[in-house]
Nanobody, 124 residues
Framework: QDHLVESGGGLVQAGGSLRLSCVAS??????????MGWFRQAPGKDREFVAA????????AYGDSVKGRFTISGDNSKKTIYLQMHSLKPEDTAVYYC???????????????WGQGTQVTVSS
């Protein structure tokens, strides 16, 4: 069975940076057909698409609110994807989840495995 475990969250001041990691175990990185995504959910709000990357890394997508500030990347040898976040804003405060899907998509219904999430808090 596949598992996804996020880490790297924490408390940071506005304008600061954080890098989130998501380590996969199981078959997630054994197939070329999987993509990986990051989503986030703030209290009282719907889960929001953040970024996604294809298995080869050649295709990426970003949510409008994070374009130019966040970068998604992956290291298949480590079965890990990353979300580098710069110029953080208080509105970026949320629980961040990584997930596995069949292809790069901003639709969370396409993703079938999810991690437990890591909290990111940005203070003003």
């Amino acid at each position: 069975q596949d598992h996804l475990v996020e880490s790297g969250g924490g408390l940071v001041q506005a304008g600061g940076s954080l890098r989130l990691s998501c380590v996969a175990s199981g078959q997630t990185f054994a197939s070329r057909h999987y993509a990986m995504g990051w989503f986030r959910q703030a209290p009282g709000k719907d889960r929001e698409f953040v970024a996604a990357i294809s298995w080869t890394g050649s295709n990426t997508a970003y949510g409008d609110s994070v374009k130019g500030r966040f970068t998604i990347s992956g290291d298949n040898s480590k079965k890990t994807i990353y979300l580098q976040m710069h110029s953080l804003k208080p509105e970026d405060t949320a629980v961040y989840y990584c997930a596995r899907g069949p292809f790069v998509s901003d639709y969370q219904g396409q993703y079938d495995y999810w991690g437990q999430g890591t909290q990111v808090t940005v203070s003003s």
